[in-house]
């Protein structure tokens, strides 16, 4: 087979809009992960058997299972929890993104609460010592230290949910592999195109590599001081 470069090298500017489109949905999945996850974390170390019960419930479940089964449940599952007749405008990229950040939530919500065991329980007792209820020494104390602490791995999280973002070409959503993979049907070029779009992915991973351990390295200095 004859390698044809100049198909991968002209379809760069929709290769670009892919990975924007990428990023894009990887960041808005994370943050709602982050909310899940937070919340999961938080009733996870709840002192009620029914709320720790819910939430290892639904952490086991999110990482025990694909998230390609995730992504069909959630397509197929939500027009009838909402009962909607017709789907909503861009259908794919709601249920796209809610699937990755059902998926996010579970693993956050292990990332956040072994951060906030991670603090020392002398801070909860000196919080206490000095007026606070439990929520108020949780929100001003022990989860501005654990959010320090649970950044690289949460870093770590975007990188493999971004990767993971790939499966979302199932449902036809033209994130990056699936314009590569449409490329690929146009040109009849495969390796050129798939080894472009890994270029793409290792970049951007690469990039936040560099970001997660920069705030590290900043932290860890803030720390020291």
Not at 89 to 110: D, K, P, R, W
């Amino acid at each position: 087979m004859d390698l044809n470069w100049k198909s991968a090298i002209d379809s760069i500017p929709i290769l670009n809009k892919a990975a924007v489109l990428t990023l894009e949905l990887t960041a808005v999945a994370v943050a709602i992960g982050v909310v899940i996850g937070l919340l999961m974390a938080l009733a996870r170390l709840s002192k009620s058997k029914v709320v720790r019960a819910a939430a290892i419930g639904y952490i086991d479940f999110f990482r025990g299972t694909p998230l390609l089964v995730q992504i069909f449940l959630v397509y197929f599952l939500a027009p009838k929890i909402f009962h909607w007749d017709t789907l909503p405008n861009n259908y794919q990229y709601f249920a796209g993104v809610l699937a990755m950040g059902l998926n996010s939530g579970a693993y956050i919500a292990e990332i956040f609460r072994a951060g906030i065991q991670s603090i020392d329980r002398g801070q909860s007792e000196a919080a206490r010592s000095l007026g606070m209820a439990h929520s108020q020494s949780m929100r001003y104390v022990i989860l501005p230290q654990a959010f320090k602490r649970v950044i690289p791995p949460l870093g770590n999280e975007f990188i493999a949910l971004l990767k993971d973002s790939s499966l979302l070409s199932i449902i036809a959503i033209q994130e990056l592999f699936y314009s590569g993979k449409i490329i690929v049907g146009r040109t009849f070029q495969p390796i050129p195109m798939y080894i472009t779009v890994a270029l793409y992915y290792l970049v951007m991973t690469q990039l936040i590599s560099q970001w997660v351990s920069y705030m590290e390295r900043r932290l860890g200095k803030n720390d020291i001081r």
